[in-house]
């Protein structure tokens, strides 16, 4: 069974602080997507990545898919309050593209 | 553009009472489509999932079922709801590897 863990578990920083989140699986996964949560909501995809090493931005996120594509890790410049969520990771098995796993996820919180 | 729809938002039924939840999607034709449920903040379960009409794949056993009549159309059912039937229930499609589209959830609360 692949899974996919995500550290920290929670993370509560000051606006203005940078931070990395992780992802690590013992698994390759064909592609990594990583979502932004709010409460009450439904995920929304921020980034997918699918070459082993990719570096993409978007704004102040930076993601980045590990060489052996088992791992991602997700870092944010100058964090703001809009940045609060669930940040979840979630990859797709080497064999489908149609079914990923999601990881449980880790939960920010930037204070004003 | 494509977009999905699911509803109720909230929900609240006794135990043993029946259940439907609808999805529907647009903009799009033959999309993959999904049910997931989350616990309180934290990671998605995955409990069905379909490639076309009338083709259902059941991830966990449980009191739920999924039917798909329609290609834009995902229901989830239950006969007599539970107390662990609880939770935060998410609709969402894709077309490939780009990622998932969620819908807005239903929060189902059985008393």
């Known amino acids: 069974t692949q899974l996919l863990e995500q550290s920290p578990q929670f993370l509560s920083i000051q606006e203005g602080e940078n931070l990395t989140v992780y992802c690590n699986s013992s698994s390759v996964f064909s592609s990594l997507q990583w979502y932004r949560q709010e409460p009450g909501e439904g995920p929304v995809l921020l980034v997918t990545v699918v070459t082993g090493g990719e570096v993409k931005k978007l704004k102040r996120l930076t993601f980045q898919f590990g060489d052996a594509r088992k791992d991602s890790s997700l870092h944010i410049t100058a964090a703001q309050p809009g940045d609060t969520g669930l940040y979840l990771c979630a990859g797709s098995p080497g064999t489908s593209y149609d079914k990923v796993i999601f990881g449980p996820g880790t939960s920010l919180s930037v204070i004003p | ?111």
């Open chain 2, 1 to 111: 553009s494509q977009t999905i729809h699911q509803w109720p938002a909230t929900l609240v039924q006794p135990v043993g009472s029946p259940l439907s939840l609808e999805c529907t999607v647009e903009g799009t034709s033959n999309p993959n489509l999904y049910w997931y449920r989350q616990a309180a903040g934290r990671g998605l379960q995955l409990l069905f999932y379909s490639v076309g009409i009338g083709q259902i794949s059941s991830e966990v056993p449980q009191n739920l079922s999924a039917s798909r009549p329609q290609d834009r159309q995902f229901i989830l059912s239950s006969k007599k709801l539970l107390l662990s039937d609880s939770g935060f229930y998410l609709c969402a499609w894709s077309m490939g590897t780009y990622g998932y589209t969620f819908g807005s959830g239903t929060r189902l609360t059985v008393v």
